[in-house]
């Protein structure tokens, strides 16, 4: 199998925004490693020993959890102990591993933003693939101009699945994507929209993009952590005003 090509970026920080929840955090990241592309059709089909009909195009219509398998799948390919530990619908990351992942939603923002503050990191028609295109579909990678980091369409072409939750109070156990992708107007391809399904839903204009590394820490890192997002699916916590629960 051709090597899943990444790039490793420094430490930083970045400033998440929720729009719907009205919260602002700003995260700080050690170094890490994100591919250069989205996952490929080609590179899909060599670790599933599947076909790729078009294969630089994005692999789509990838869920949640089989993205986080097929994160494993790189890995052991790799010679990598796997991030994760999956039973079922239950997936467990193991954050000192320093195999292929899900980016974090902090980490994916930091990547697609590349120093940038504004809503995109260039000319959305030079750097994405969207709805003014006019497309029926994904379209290969590497086809517009990358950001300042070398990463090519984290705006555009297709949204890339994250670790986190959507927001569990309200959507439960919906993942996030990010992005924006070709059939989306300019308002949703920005470096800051937010999106999600649930974890075993798949779309045609979802796909992924794999990151890498490990941290010296339990059930935390890069902006997420597992007592965060207990304390977010509380039902008896705070909600932004004129929301209900779940259920």
């Keep these: 199998m051709t090597e899943i090509e990444t790039v490793r970026l420094p430490a930083g920080h970045v400033v ?24 490929t059709q080609a590179e899909l089909g060599e670790l599933l020993g599947e076909t790729a009909h078009h294969p630089r195009r994005p692999a789509t219509d990838i869920s949640w959890l089989r993205a986080v398998r097929v994160c494993n799948a790189a890995s052991e390919w790799e010679g990598l102990e796997p991030a994760y530990t999956v039973d079922g619908d239950d997936v467990t990351w193991h954050v000192e591993s320093d195999g292929f992942r899900l980016p974090t ?27 003014a295109d006019g497309l029926s579909a ?22 890339e699945w994250c670790w986190d939750f959507l927001d569990p109070a309200r959507y439960g156990d919906y993942r996030v994507f990010r992005g924006g992708g070709f059939a989306d107007d300019a308002h949703s391809v920005r470096a800051g929209a937010r999106r999600g399904g649930g974890p075993r839903m798949h779309h045609d204009d979802v796909g992924v993009r794999l990151a890498r590394g490990g941290f010296d820490a339990l059930d935390a890192a890069q902006g997420w952590s597992a007592r965060a997002d207990a304390e977010r699916g509380d039902p008896d916590g705070p909600l932004p005003s004129g929301w209900t629960p779940r259920g």
């Design 16 to 39: 998440l925004h929720d729009a719907r929840r009205r919260i602002r955090r700003a995260v700080e990241l050690e170094p890490f490693e994100i591919a250069r592309f989205a996952l």
């Design 105 to 131: 939603e902090a980490e994916w923002e930091y990547a697609c933003r590349a120093g940038s503050a504004g809503a995109h990191y260039g000319p959305l028609s030079e750097v994405a693939w969207t709805a």
């Design 138 to 159: 994904p379209q290969d990678v590497g086809g517009r101009h990358p950001n300042l980091f070398g990463l090519f369409d984290t705006l555009g072409n297709v949204w």
